[in-house]
């Protein structure tokens, strides 16, 4: 099956740091990934689509300056925090679009972030 | 934008009961996803479906786009289906990625 790996799986930082996240599809290509984010208890909010070659789309009330998102290959995008404050702390789950007709989306194993 | 909500948000049974979790959407959709999330955070993709039922093991999806409702169930349930079940929604609402539920908190007892 489609294999979507995120890296860091956790992260610790201290407040004003910048962190990038990985998200690499294994076995397949993917011209779209999504990047969310979960604060506990709550459910998954999209932040942003990241298309191949082009500039992502944020979510309304996301930061783009804050969140920069490059999806340079067919395979991988990266999220960056900037200037990350312990309000940034949160769970971040990107997943791969698998060209379909149904546009299946496979989801990597997330990364903790805290920021101190 | 398409409003997703899942019941029960908590669910706790003893196991080898038959489990039922139920989401509705507010929005014609293209696909459905049920997605299962462990504690430590990462998440599997049971299901995508876009009509009719789909069946893997223990676990069955089904969806009626007409009434925008879908069910996922679990039979036999064991303690390792405890978990928290999330139905997700693509296309509606102009969305591009997925629009989730909030979620159902499931604990099965031995």
């Known amino acids: 099956g489609a294999v979507v790996s995120q890296h860091p799986s956790r992260v610790i930082c201290k407040s004003g740091t910048s962190v990038k996240i990985e998200c690499r599809s294994l076995?397949?290509?993917?011209?779209?990934m999504f990047w969310y984010r979960q604060f506990p208890k709550q459910s998954l909010m999209l932040m942003a689509t990241?298309?191949?070659?082009?500039?992502?789309?944020?979510e309304q009330g996301v930061e783009k300056d804050k969140f920069l998102i490059n999806h340079a290959s067919l395979t991988l995008s990266t999220l960056t925090v900037t200037s990350a404050h312990p309000e940034d702390s949160s769970f971040y789950i990107c997943?791969?679009?698998?060209?379909?007709?149904?546009?299946?989306?496979?989801f990597g194993p997330g990364t903790r972030l805290t920021v101190l | 934008k398409n409003e997703v909500e899942q019941s029960p948000q908590n669910l706790t049974a003893q196991e080898g009961e038959f489990i039922t979790i139920n989401c509705s959407y507010s929005?014609?959709?293209?696909?459905l996803h049920w997605l299962q999330q462990h504690p430590g955070g990462g998440i599997v993709s049971l299901f995508m479906?876009?009509?009719g039922k789909k069946k893997h093991g223990r676990l069955i999806a089904t969806i009626n786009i007409q009434e925008k409702h879908s069910s996922l169930h679990i039979t036999a349930s064991h303690p390792r289906d405890s978990a928290v079940y999330i139905c997700?929604?693509?296309?509606?609402?102009?969305?591009?990625?997925?629009?989730f539920g909030k979620g159902t908190h499931l604990i099965i007892q031995p």
């Open positions: 997943s791969a679009q698998l060209l379909s007709s149904y546009n299946e989306q496979f």
């Open positions: 997700a929604v693509y296309g509606g609402g102009g969305a591009d990625g997925l629009t």
């Open positions: 990241s298309n191949e070659g082009s500039k992502a789309t944020y």
């Open positions: 929005v014609g959709i293209s696909a």
């Open positions: 479906l876009s009509s």
């Open positions: 076995d397949f290509q993917a011209t779209t």
